[in-house]
């Protein structure tokens, strides 16, 4: 069941990765393509998840060690992506340089971490670090009219009630664990990080007419 609710989730993240990047492209936005790849790396880390419990008794310990440390770095992967679409959409240079230069450092030390020693632990870290960045960007941007601060927040709601599940290891069935529902509900937080995305808009940065503009508007 582990297995199966992880292709679930890979097959979906996968589709709403696709499909929010195709969007992406017809809009121009960068912010949105960034997240669709880490829709996409979502689903890779799914789909090398779900191999490593359903087939790891039947593999070797190298092949067994590319896929769990696979999973590791997809979610890494992903989580530097969704860090690097909001400051696509939140901030101009060079404050977007910076901030980018430090969700690449965030993701060289994730990957240096279960490079030496393979602890999920490290993942959750690096996932509470990528979840508050998003919840600053929602709050940021609710004032904003794009829309998407409110699917933020809600996909953050439901990854950490997720972890709470996984925590406390609630089960619902011994047929089905807590990893299973885990994986279902984090197909409703794909849903929407897809819709936050959706409505993620490239920062633009003001020129001289616009702030003349709006310096000089006529206060109702």
């Known amino acids: 069941m582990t297995t199966a609710t992880d292709y679930a989730l890979a097959t979906w993240g996968a589709w709403l990765g696709f499909r929010l990047a195709r969007l992406a492209r017809g809009k121009r936005h960068s912010s949105m393509g960034a997240w669709a790849a880490a829709l996409l790396c979502t689903a890779c880390g799914a789909f090398f998840g779900g191999t490593w419990h359903g087939l790891a008794p039947y593999l070797g310990d190298g092949t067994k060690l590319f896929f769990w440390l696979g999973t590791y770095v997809s979610i890494g992967a992903a989580n530097f992506l969704l860090i690097a679409g909001v400051s696509l959409a939140s901030a101009g240079p060079p404050l977007r340089t910076w901030q980018l230069a430090a969700a690449v ?3 060289a030390v994730l990957v240096g971490c279960i490079a030496a020693a393979q602890q999920l632990r490290y993942v959750a870290y ?16 609710r004032g904003r009219g794009t829309g998407c601060a409110r699917f933020i927040l ?12 996984q925590r406390m290891a609630l089960a619902p069935h ?10 279902v ?3 409703g937080g794909l849903y ?4 936050g995305g959706f409505l993620l808009t490239d920062y633009e940065v003001p020129t001289c007419a616009a702030v003349y503009m709006t310096v000089s508007r006529p206060s109702v």
């Open 105 to 107: 450092i965030k993701l």
């Open 185 to 187: 509900m984090q197909m």
């Open 174 to 183: 011994p047929a089905f664990n807590h990893n299973d529902l885990f994986h």
């Open 154 to 165: 809600a996909a953050v709601a439901v990854t950490v009630a997720g972890g709470i599940v």
């Open 192 to 195: 929407l990080l897809y819709r």
């Open 126 to 141: 690096d996932v509470a670090v990528t979840l508050a960045v998003l919840v600053l960007f929602a709050s940021r941007s």
